[in-house]
């Protein structure tokens, strides 16, 4: 085994050109004419040599000699598996990198070093591609291996730079408290190996690792998790394409390497509960954050109002709460809110307290003080408002009417809605307004004919048709919209049957950064999304569990994965190619999509 193992520096030299573009040797210092140097450097020898067994348990340091000078671009990256509470210390004498411990090492355990994205040459930076050194503190090296890939669970873009932990020890609690058995990093595309590892069943898990300590802490860092036990069933091998290292660029070797298993990997809810941020929005408003989702509120009162004077709404994730006096009173100077809730204790059980929340006014939002009045804005005294919509999607969403606070009067029936035809004749037409059921402030007026094409559409609003909390009224305002003209845009629609379950369905542009166009939906039919710029998009289906039309993450000792997210494969690829000027129609069986 040794012996084999110490053809990786030959082989390593050999395969090297074939993964990098050819170009003239690194010297010492930078060559003053000809071709720049791209070479990468290369190991020309190690002491000892891989595979060393009976490795001492203190003491032991380990060189690796460079064609060429060397510099340490990232330590970090310089990683033992499995890992101390220290990471290894590397410093570079002459061309060669010498690696040690600062703990001692473990009896009869084998261990791989790993040079990932941590080296470069010292004059044109050519990264080092990567290495795996492989000792023994016992008499053999272990010789399976496991391999997978790393995924963003909302957008399934391999995550680099993920850590990936092994565990022995099976409890939910080892991730949190114990370091792993066998850990190693992600690469460009998200892949790992961990190589000779021991023929048993283990945990697999990856994280954020944020401050490299290869535990993890759910209040910073992301997660993601096998929930089965998983045994190897491939022998690790210096020569098999997982255990190579490649150019990144070279897509077509990154793909073809075998992958076991899939970890999406998600950000936990926190499940700590109390109070983290209270702030006094103005003279009758505040809001309170809570650590986590779902607060429980027992009860809560202003200090000076009665219960019918306050009005509260908590966000979707019931995690933040707004609030607002409704009285003609003047604002207190500090706003006294006494909040019964339940709080996690020490042994983390949620248990009743009360809290007081003081809230002074900050000056420069007291409306009428003596050194603020003469800086009053329009603003100020006037029930604020905006009021929108979209030519791409007016059809969909309507107008979107939206106050800073609540309001107290309305007159939606003086809302005036014309259509103005190609003749310029305007007609009245009619329109629905619907109170949005999670924002008490926001409003949708739907007009009630389908808009056509060419015609323009004009909402007005006209003066003191609203009144808010502070008693202050509206201003008027005209938002005109009219469909798109340019002939260049497309019309997409998805066919979808087979749909057994609640889904949320959004348009993305290619780099799937944001999301365009949404849909919710619970039974067959017609997806349309018109007015597409021609372009690449994707097309993302989130399978909507508990039917709350929002994302949900996943939970680590709930055993929950985040809501299950595929996108649309057409022909193998993810991605829709929207010519311009044209109707594209795509059929899609929802049920086969999460098989």
């Given amino acids: 085994m040794k012996r084999f193992l110490s053809l990786v520096i030959v082989v390593c030299a050999i395969l090297a050109p074939l993964f990098f573009a050819p170009s003239c040797a690194n010297t010492t210092q930078a060559p003053s004419g000809g071709k720049k140097d791209t070479i990468p450097p290369l190991i020309i020898d190690i002491k000892p040599l891989p595979g060393a067994v009976g490795v001492p348990l203190s003491g032991a340091s380990f060189v690796f000699t460079f064609n060429e000078y060397v510099t340490i671009k990232t330590p970090s990256n310089i990683f033992l598996s499995p890992p101390q509470r220290r990471p290894p210390k590397a410093r570079l004498r002459g061309k060669s990198l010498v690696v040690s411990f600062e703990e001692a090492l473990e009896p009869s355990t084998t261990y791989t070093l790993s040079f990932t994205d941590a080296l470069a040459d010292a004059n044109e930076g050519n990264m080092f591609p990567g290495y795996t050194y492989v000792f023994s503190t016992g008499s053999q090296i272990d010789s399976m291996m496991m391999t997978g890939t790393v995924l963003d669970c909302n957008t399934l873009a391999p995550v680099k730079g993920a850590t990936v932990l092994l565990h022995k020890d099976h409890g939910d609690s080892a991730l949190f408290n114990h370091r792993p058995y066998a850990a190693v990093k992600t690469d460009d595309w998200g892949f790992f190996v961990l190589p000779f590892i021991q023929d048993t069943l283990y945990r697999l898990y990856a994280i954020k690792d944020a401050n490299n300590d290869n535990l993890y802490d759910p209040e910073t860092e992301s997660v993601a998790f096998i929930d089965s036990l998983l045994r190897p069933v491939l022998f690790a091998n210096d020569t098999v394409p997982e255990m190579l290292k490649y150019d990144m660029l070279d897509t077509l070797r990154c793909q073809a390497r075998r992958s076991e298993h899939e970890l999406k990997i998600f950000r936990e809810k926190p499940s700590k509960q109390f109070l983290v941020n209270k702030v006094r929005t103005s003279e009758r408003s505040a809001y309170l954050t809570f650590m986590a989702p779902g607060a429980w509120i027992d009860s809560l009162w202003v200090r000076g109002f009665r219960d019918d004077q306050v009005i509260t709404q908590f966000n979707l994730q019931q995690d933040s709460l707004e609030l607002w006096i409704n009285s003609r009173r003047a604002a207190p100077d500090t706003m006294r809110i006494y909040v019964n809730y339940r709080q996690t204790d020490s042994l983390g059980r949620l248990i009743p307290v009360q809290e007081v929340v003081q809230l002074p006014l900050p000056a420069d939002k007291r409306t009428y003080s003596k050194t603020t009045r003469r800086n009053i804005r ?169 039917r709350n039309s929002i994302v949900d993450t996943g939970s680590l000792l709930e055993h929950r994965q985040p809501e299950a997210v595929v996108f649309l494969d057409i022909s193998g690829s993810q991605y829709i190619d929207i010519p311009a000027s044209s109707e594209v129609v795509q059929a899609v069986t929802v049920a086969s999509l999460f098989e």
């Fill in 378 to 546: 329009h603003e100020d005294t006037t029930c604020v408002y905006s009021f929108k919509a979209s030519p791409e999607t007016v059809e969909q969403k309507g107008f979107e009417l939206e106050f800073k606070n609540p309001i107290i009067t309305e007159h939606f029936d003086e809302v005036v809605f014309l259509s103005i035809n190609t003749r310029q004749r305007e007609s009245r037409a009619e329109f629905t307004v619907e109170h949005d059921s999670l924002n008490l402030r926001r409003y949708i007026l739907r007009p009630k004919e389908k808009l056509q094409p060419g015609f323009q559409y004009s909402m007005k609003l006209p003066h003191r048709a609203f009144r808010d909390i502070n008693g202050f009224w509206s201003d008027s305002t005209v938002v005109k919209v009219s469909l798109p003209t340019d002939e260049t845009l497309s019309q997409l629609e998805l066919e979808l049957s087979g749909v057994d379950r609640r889904l949320i369905v959004d348009l993305l542009p290619e780099k799937r950064d944001r999301v365009l166009r949404s849909y919710i939906v619970d039974s067959d039919g017609t997806l349309s999304f018109p007015y597409v710029k021609p372009g690449r998009y994707s097309i993302r289906f989130t399978e909507d569990r508990n």
